[in-house]
């Protein structure tokens, strides 16, 4: 019960990298931090012609094809999320023992049992975020599979 939660000024440091990191990369994956043309705003111009290019196909096995391959790679992610939040749930369990192994380490700062729980819980939190990320991007994919599948044949060939 005497174990107080204190963060050193490592994991201060440590945290405030982490947050202007995921910040800075949200701005460049947003096209914000450049003038030239992001990935993601590249991508967006392929997709377009991608879908221009499947409405003119009769057979779209290739597109469908593409989409399972996509959308496999994104429930892999999604479930890799899972599994690893339950990796997270078994660390808290086992605080206690992690905590002394790792004091065990010649890592110079130790971390009391409260502050450990606290960083795994912060995984959590990270690791939950990207399961639904995927899970939305899963969902979308799920949309875009029924837009194809929905597209007409072209005019003159049926």
């Keep these: 019960m005497g174990d107080s939660f204190h963060l050193s000024t490592a994991d201060l ?3 405030a990298f982490f947050l202007f990191v995921w910040v800075l990369h949200t701005l460049a994956s947003d096209g914000k931090l450049v003038s030239r043309m992001s990935l993601t705003t590249a991508m967006n111009v392929q997709r377009e012609a991608w879908m221009r290019t499947m409405a003119e196909r009769e057979i779209r096995i290739v597109d469908t094809a593409i989409m399972a ?3 496999q790679g994104t429930a892999f992610f999604a479930s890799s999320s899972l599994i690893a939040i339950g990796g997270c ?3 808290v369990g086992a605080s206690d023992q992690v905590v002394s192994m790792l004091s065990d380490l010649p890592l110079g700062a130790t ?3 409260s502050a450990f729980q606290m960083k795994v819980f912060g995984l959590v ?3 939950a ?3 639904f990320k995927f899970g939305w991007a899963y969902r979308l994919f799920n949309y875009c599979s029924i837009l194809i599948g929905a597209v007409p044949i072209p005019h003159g060939e049926a």
Excluded: H, M, N, W
């Design 69 to 71: 391959g996509l959308q």
């Design 129 to 131: 975020y990207s399961f």
């Design 13 to 15: 440091v440590a945290l």
């Design 111 to 113: 971390s009391s049992r």
């Design 125 to 127: 939190l990270i690791l």
């Design 89 to 91: 749930f078994a660390l």
